[in-house]
């Protein structure tokens, strides 16, 4: 940005401009003594940009800085003399014209291109922003929603000019022509008026309040399309048996309430026979919670013979039934989900309540578990071990030591090296040095070694399941246990015995085991269960030997937040020194006749737990996304690179995830199809959770 100053040039352009076209006129008006003072014509034809900003900035008093891409020609004509407030606003009009744009700031003005307006412009029109010059403005809305009036706005604003909402505040945010904003303050007023805010409640004598309000939502709602609870027309109140309207317009609201009493009418059909529908329940198992109900309940043996309703049958009391009670018959219909009624109207009201409160989506919770391990062992052995062999090639041991060294200690050696034949035994782990001699045998052996281990395990087990509902996942091994063995006589004519052996298959790995129990404020209380079992690689000879680590605990937890459940911590030290008494005590010497080792083993382990609450299909399909991303990106990492000396082998790819439905094309892997239940997944809402991170 540069300051363009007023030079002679653009003087003697500007009393061109204004005086001769000011004399013609005083020349062709005859009756005209005096030319206003505080008027001028103007008449630019394809003069230099610069200086017809810098001519009229100079007669209007403004100073005008121009940015270094305003560049061309313009031209600018008035027909009759002009004030400089209009001499200004005609300015702002030829510059809009070329694709330029006037900004107003602190005591002066600057002229940028359109595009880059939107970024110096103005706060309001209390700084002098006028006719075409741009200028943001903030709308605050007390009614309707600024997110819902954007795409309605959006087509009255400049291409290259913006438009916001703040959700925080319920406030627009635009930038654009000061005369735009003044057009747009009046649309946005009748569009923020006061509408039929006003709730209305219909009580219903006939129709249950629940199954009326899904039908009349769905008559209402554009397209029979569902909608939330946030935008319904119409509520349901089952303990009145009621329908609470709410409508943008009074012209709406009575519509609904004439839909209404159209449907509220009494059944043609005679009989008490009721049959509904569950969404979520099971029918068998809510069938039984409702005989207990009319069982123990006598109210309803009283509504059902005082309150008989209007061609409805009354019930007659009677005994309790198997599959009901003294008010009203229930059965189950496990195929279709349904519940059969049989019962007076008031009492089928009354159950009718209870249902549609058992009936309710259940909440689900996602469990991440994180099993980390790391140990750390440290072995250190050393010892000297030796012998007289006499007797000859078979002679046995004379003297010597034999530490427990497994197949090294010397008497193993000496016993594989002096049998017939006999082959030294392979040394085993560390250094071990032999020193021999053709008359005794092996004389002395020295063994040493130093091993240094760590293991560092990272386990995340993690499920979904519905609340009070309890899952369990295992990963790992059916490895099978030998619990006996026996032999039998064979049978008639055969020789010989037949062994038997019996085995006990159990499960060896990881097992998690949850039954989450949500509460009103959101906190979770979980019975866990969680177990980590191994092969041990120490041979016994009665079997396999396993470890094991288990955590069998209740606790509580806020949604979302991370728990220890327990873990070990473990450092053990154990040394050990085996010696010819006083032969290993002497200084220096005694080092021939000792063995010595050590040994470190440290184990960390820690459980850590976190619960997640999904209430929704959105957060739902945005931990599935999340999930699925997380396993797609493994297998694109994991895919073999493509070498000169190894063949092509395309590696089998999950499809693409977008939008919460998968992209469906050619795949990596031949033989992987789309099933209709992947390829169309419920199409979730609006997400405004944040997606589950991948790890803890």
């Known amino acids: 940005m540069k300051i363009k100053t007023l030079n002679i040039a653009s003087l003697l352009l500007l009393l061109l401009c204004v005086w001769q076209p000011a004399a013609q006129a005083e020349e062709q008006t005859e009756n005209t003594a005096v030319t206003n003072p505080d008027k001028a014509n103007f008449n630019f034809v394809s003069a230099d940009i610069e200086s017809v900003i810098k ?84 709308f605050h809305l007390n009614r309707e929603s600024a997110t819902n009036l954007v795409p309605v706005l959006r ?93 943008s317009t009074d012209a709406r609201a009575n519509l609904i309430k004439s839909l209404i009493d159209k449907l509220d009418q009494p059944t043609a059909q005679p009989g008490n026979v009721h049959v509904v529908y569950l969404k979520n329940a099971e029918a068998t198992k809510l069938a039984l919670t409702l005989r207990a109900v009319i069982s123990a309940d006598t109210s309803i043996t009283a509504a059902a013979n005082n309150t008989p309703s209007q061609n409805v049958v009354p019930m007659p009391v009677q005994g309790a039934l198997p599959t009901g009670g003294a008010g009203g018959f229930i059965q189950a219909d496990a195929s279709t989900n349904t519940l059969i009624i049989t019962a007076s109207e008031p009492v089928y009201r009354n159950l009718r309540n209870i249902i549609d409160q058992l009936d309710a989506r259940r909440a689900q919770v996602y469990i991440e578990a994180l099993i980390v391990e790391v140990d750390a062992n440290k072995l250190a052995e050393f010892g000297v071990q030796w012998g007289t062999l006499g007797g000859g090639a078979n002679g046995a041991g004379a003297a010597g030591t034999s530490f427990s060294t497994g197949g090294n200690n010397l008497a193993n050696q000496a016993t ?10 392979a040394p085993g782990n560390g250094l071990n040095l032999g020193f021999f001699t053709s008359k005794v045998g092996m004389g002395m052996l020295i063994h040493a070694l130093e091993s240094d281990s760590k293991t560092n395990i990272l386990s995340m087990p993690n499920l979904v399941t519905l609340d009070n509902e309890e899952a369990k996942i295992m990963v790992g091994q059916n490895v099978p246990f030998i619990t006996g063995q026996y032999t039998t006589q064979a049978s008639a004519g055969a020789a010989g015995v037949n062994p038997f052996q019996t085995v006990e298959r159990k499960d060896i790995g990881l097992t998690l085991k949850v039954k989450p129990q949500i509460s009103q404020g959101g906190t979770v209380k979980m019975a866990i269960y969680q177990e980590t079992s191994s092969i041990s690689p120490t041979v016994n000879a009665a079997g396999l030997i396993t470890s094991k680590r288990s955590i069998d605990t209740n606790v509580l937890v806020d949604d979302g937040q991370i728990i220890v459940l327990g873990g070990l911590i473990d450092d053990n030290l154990q040394e050990t020194e085996e010696q010819v008494p006083g032969l290993g005590s002497i200084p220096l010497i005694g080092n021939l006749f000792k063995y010595r080792s050590r040994t470190h083993n440290k184990t960390n382990l820690m459980v850590f737990l976190r619960p997640t609450v999904i209430r929704n299909d959105e957060q739902s399909s945005s931990l599935a996304a999340d999930r699925y991303q997380y396993i797609r990106n493994a297998e694109i990492k994991n895919k073999p690179e493509d070498t000169l000396l190894m063949p092509h082998m395309d590696a089998p790819l999950l499809p693409e995830l977008k939008d919460g439905k998968l992209v469906d094309g050619p795949l990596s892997h031949p033989g992987m199809k789309l099933s209709p239940t992947l390829s169309e997944p419920p199409t979730p809402a609006a997400s405004a959770t944040p997606a589950i991170p991948s790890a803890l």
Not at 71 to 89: C, D, H, I, Y
Not at 185 to 193: H, T
Not at 418 to 423: N, Q, R, Y
Request: proline share 6%; no cysteine; charged share 15%.
């Open 416 to 425: 594989a090296r002096l049998a017939p034949g006999g082959v030294p035994l």
């Open 55 to 138: 001519a009229i900035g100079d007669y209007a008093n403004v100073t005008f800085i121009i940015d270094p891409r305003v560049k061309g020609t313009l031209s600018l004509v008035s027909e009759k003399p002009l004030n400089k407030a209009q001499a200004m606003q005609l300015l702002t009009s030829v510059l809009r014209m070329q694709g330029y744009a006037v900004v107003s700031a602190n005591g002066y003005s600057k002229v940028v291109p359109e595009a880059d307006a939107k970024l110096q412009g103005s706060v309001g029109h209390s700084n002098g922003a006028r006719g075409d010059q741009v200028a943001t403005q903030v």
């Open 155 to 247: 087509p009255l604003i400049s291409p290259n000019n913006i438009i916001n909402a703040n959700p925080g505040n319920n406030s627009l945010v635009i930038t654009d022509y000061a005369d735009n904003l003044m057009r747009m303050s009046k649309i946005i007023a009748a569009l923020d008026g006061p509408g039929n805010g006003n709730l209305e409640v219909v009580p219903l004598r006939y129709a249950i309040a629940s199954d009326m309000a899904g039908m009349v939502n769905r008559l209402v709602e554009q397209g029979g399309a569902p909608s939330n609870d946030s935008n319904r027309a119409v509520l349901s109140d089952s303990r009145t048996n009621s329908l609470i309207v709410r409508a």
